[in-house]
């Protein structure tokens, strides 16, 4: 269960926590949004940052400290490399694309904490990679994941359920 656990875990509570808490719900939850009719693609989304991560942490010995704030640095960046171009308002400061956000967060990061944040460009980097495999189609979900999600079994049947049941929530506005 630690591994699991391990990234909701956003460090101590304070401005960084709610900043780092509302990036992972905003930008994880468009992530699925654009993943809604296939959710196992989300799912391996995930799977891949968490192992990632996890992996790369132990091969380059550091000490990973608050994976869910790690993560939030990988989502961002699969968020901002499916809305390349897209202008994003900056806490009503400025404006700033897609593609930089990743980057305005690693800096936001070294402004807050006081230290390189080597974990965040990391999390950039296993997001490029992320990225760079799904587009070239190595990375997809495995026969078995999706013909057990399309299959007759009782809990791929409720996912299903519960999916077409908010999928008006996940339909992008025109």
Known sequence: WRPFTAFLNFG?????????????????????????????????????????????????QL???FLGHNLSTFLVYVWSRYHEGLE???????????????????????????????LDFLGIVFGHIYHHCKAVNILRAPDFVIEWYNGNNAIAT????????????FELQQ
Not at 22 to 39: A, C, D, G, I, K
Not at 158 to 169: C, L, T, V
């Open 63 to 65: 000490e990973p400290r």
């Open 158 to 169: 409720s996912i299903r359920k519960k999916y077409k049941q908010i999928s008006s929530d």
């Open 12 to 60: 101590p509570f304070g401005l960084g926590y709610v900043m780092t808490a509302h990036f992972v719900w905003t930008y994880m939850s468009t992530l699925e949004r654009l993943n809604h009719h296939r959710p196992y693609d989300f799912w391996i989304m995930i799977l891949f940052g968490c192992a990632s991560m996890v992996a790369g942490y132990g091969f380059f």
């Open 88 to 118: 994003v308002n900056m806490f009503e400061l400025f404006n700033t694309r897609a593609e930089l956000l990743p980057w305005f967060f690693l800096v936001q990061t070294f402004l807050l904490e006081g230290e390189i944040p080597l």
